[in-house]
C-alpha cells in the first residue's frame, strides 16, 4: 500500500473508530476492533516510514466529542 492510500485509510479507520463510540459508546466491541484495525494501520505505516519524522501523527484539538472520566470519578463513593 503506498504511503498516501496508507494515510487515507488511518484517517478513515480514526473517523469511523470516533463516530461508533459518540453512538455506541467508547467501550463497544466494535469500537475495540476498530482500534485494533488502527494500531495495525499506524504499525504498518510505521513499518514503511520508519524513524523518518518527528511527530508522525497529529491529533487535533477537540477532534472527539467523546468525554471520559476519571477512573476517580467514576469510583467515587456515592453515600
Known amino acids: 500500500m503506498l504511503k498516501r492510500k496508507l494515510e ?29 484495525e488502527l494500531d495495525q494501520l499506524h504499525n504498518e505505516w510505521h513499518r514503511m516510514c520508519g524513524g523518518k519524522r518527528k511527530n508522525i501523527y497529529k491529533i487535533r484539538k477537540n477532534h472527539i466529542h467523546v468525554k471520559e472520566c476519571s477512573a476517580i470519578e467514576m469510583y467515587q463513593y456515592v453515600g
Open 8 to 36: 487515507e485509510k488511518i484517517e478513515v479507520v480514526r473517523l469511523q473508530m470516533e463516530e461508533t463510540a459518540k453512538i455506541m459508546g467508547i467501550g463497544h466491541p466494535i469500537v475495540y476492533q476498530l482500534s485494533v
